[in-house]
């Protein structure tokens, strides 16, 4: 087992690894247009091919079961956020605003930083990396047999989660210029490139694509896999600051051991045992979606706190990942 997870975890390294190393040499802008590629292309892609190749007769308990922890995370994260902020403000004095600016200006800036890093916490809390290192772990964890749950779960995460609860999200708390109102979250959301071409894929079963056509669409999906990989490491960069590290820390610990737990309770308590509760428990405690970070260029969101989560949890995952197996395999 632990030749497979070598093997599972060479290509996160590798790839996340040569971004730590070209990030001093690569403008922001070109990490912008990389976000913005992977957003209108890449995933979209990605989504494509994995729904052409799902099978939907499980019906919707795997997607209704995605659905519930999405809410659970959110829920979750929410109640943190707000407990931590409101023992914040206590702490808070009048005369930190700076005295450089208008008060109206300084308190704008304020609210407005607030609001990205709160998005950008509940974003991390609520999207795991099902895509790659949920798929990744399942299929080397489990068997064959268990795998359309896994793939059904980590469709259900990017189609309702990522490019769905996740976009209305980044929407209402990216720092925006624009006054946000329920049209512009709507039209935001109906315009996710994502959504369409999972219908797509979906619609388009029955069409049989030439053998080299099926094949280059495989080898596609990693070569988007590399460059989101990439983009994690290019971002790492932006981790400074002590304050979105403590942040971080508490959505990873969210993310990565707190969620597992209750679903694996959760599970067990409903009589889902064996290789289906496992299943669940690595889906719902995947590392921090790479996907956050694609989001976070296109809303500007904080990238700092949402780089620092996704690196803690990849540590995290490390050291939870034998409990998983122990409690739950």
């Given at each position: 087992?632990?030749?497979?997870?070598?093997?599972?975890?060479?290509?996160?390294?590798t790839?996340?690894?040569?971004?730590?190393?070209?990030?001093?040499?690569?403008?922001d802008?070109?990490?912008?247009?990389?976000?913005?590629?992977?957003?209108?292309?890449?995933?979209?892609?990605?989504?494509?091919?994995?729904?052409?190749?799902?099978?939907?007769s499980?019906?919707?308990?795997?997607?209704?079961?995605?659905?519930?922890?999405?809410?659970?995370?959110?829920?979750?994260?929410?109640?943190?956020?707000?407990?931590?902020?409101?023992?914040?403000?206590?702490?808070?004095?009048?005369?930190?605003?700076?005295?450089?600016?208008?008060?109206?200006?300084?308190?704008?800036?304020?609210?407005?930083?607030?609001?990205?890093?709160?998005g950008?916490?509940?974003?991390?809390?609520?999207?795991?990396?099902?895509?790659?290192?949920?798929?990744?772990?399942?299929?080397?964890?489990?068997?064959?047999?268990?795998?359309?749950?896994?793939?059904?779960?980590?469709?259900?995460?990017?189609?309702?989660?990522?490019?769905?609860?996740?976009?209305?999200?980044?929407?209402?708390?990216?720092?925006?210029?624009?006054?946000?109102?329920?049209?512009?979250?709507?039209?935001?959301?109906?315009?996710?490139?994502?959504?369409?071409?999972?219908?797509?894929?979906?619609?388009?079963?029955?069409?049989?694509?030439?053998?080299?056509?099926?094949?280059?669409?495989?080898?596609a999906?990693?070569?988007?896999?590399?460059?989101?990989?990439?983009?994690?490491?290019?971002?790492?960069?932006?981790?400074?600051?002590?304050?979105?590290?403590?942040?971080?820390?508490?959505?990873?610990?969210?993310?990565?051991?707190?969620?597992?737990?209750?679903?694996?309770?959760?599970?067990?308590?409903?009589?889902?045992?064996?290789?289906?509760?496992?299943?669940?428990?690595?889906m719902?405690?995947?590392?921090?979606g790479?996907?956050?970070?694609?989001?976070?260029?296109?809303?500007?969101?904080?990238?700092?706190?949402?780089?620092?989560?996704?690196?803690?949890?990849?540590?995290?995952?490390?050291?939870?990942?034998?409990?998983?197996?122990?409690?739950?395999?």
């Amino acid at each position: 087992m632990i030749e497979n997870l070598f093997h599972a975890y060479t290509p996160l390294f590798t790839w996340i690894g040569l971004g730590l190393l070209l990030s001093r040499f690569i403008p922001d802008s070109f990490l912008k247009l990389l976000g913005y590629g992977l957003y209108w292309v890449g995933v979209p892609l990605q989504l494509f091919v994995l729904a052409r190749h799902t099978d939907l007769s499980h019906g919707g308990l795997i997607p209704a079961i995605a659905v519930a922890i999405l809410l659970l995370s959110l829920f979750l994260a929410l109640l943190i956020w707000w407990g931590l902020q409101s023992v914040a403000s206590r702490k808070v004095q009048p005369e930190q605003v700076s005295l450089d600016l208008p008060v109206e200006t300084s308190l704008s800036s304020v609210n407005s930083l607030a609001r990205a890093s709160l998005g950008s916490f509940i974003l991390a809390t609520i999207l795991g990396n099902t895509g790659f290192v949920g798929l990744t772990l399942a299929q080397v964890l489990t068997g064959p047999a268990n795998m359309d749950w896994a793939v059904l779960f980590s469709v259900t995460n990017n189609v309702v989660g990522t490019y769905g609860i996740a976009v209305l999200i980044a929407s209402y708390f990216g720092n925006k210029q624009t006054k946000n109102h329920w049209w512009i979250q709507l039209r935001d959301l109906l315009t996710v490139p994502s959504l369409w071409s999972f219908f797509i894929g979906l619609n388009t079963q029955f069409i049989k694509l030439p053998e080299v056509v099926e094949s280059g669409l495989e080898q596609a999906i990693w070569v988007v896999i590399a460059f989101a990989l990439l983009l994690v490491g290019l971002r790492m960069k932006a981790m400074k600051g002590w304050k979105s590290l403590k942040m971080a820390l508490v959505a990873s610990m969210l993310k990565v051991v707190i969620i597992p737990i209750l679903v694996g309770l959760s599970a067990t308590y409903l009589g889902v045992i064996g290789e289906a509760r496992l299943v669940l428990v690595l889906m719902s405690g995947t590392p921090t979606g790479l996907s956050v970070l694609i989001l976070a260029e296109v809303y500007d969101l904080d990238r700092n706190l949402l780089a620092s989560s996704i690196a803690l949890t990849f540590v995290g995952l490390l050291l939870a990942l034998p409990l998983w197996l122990a409690w739950f395999g």
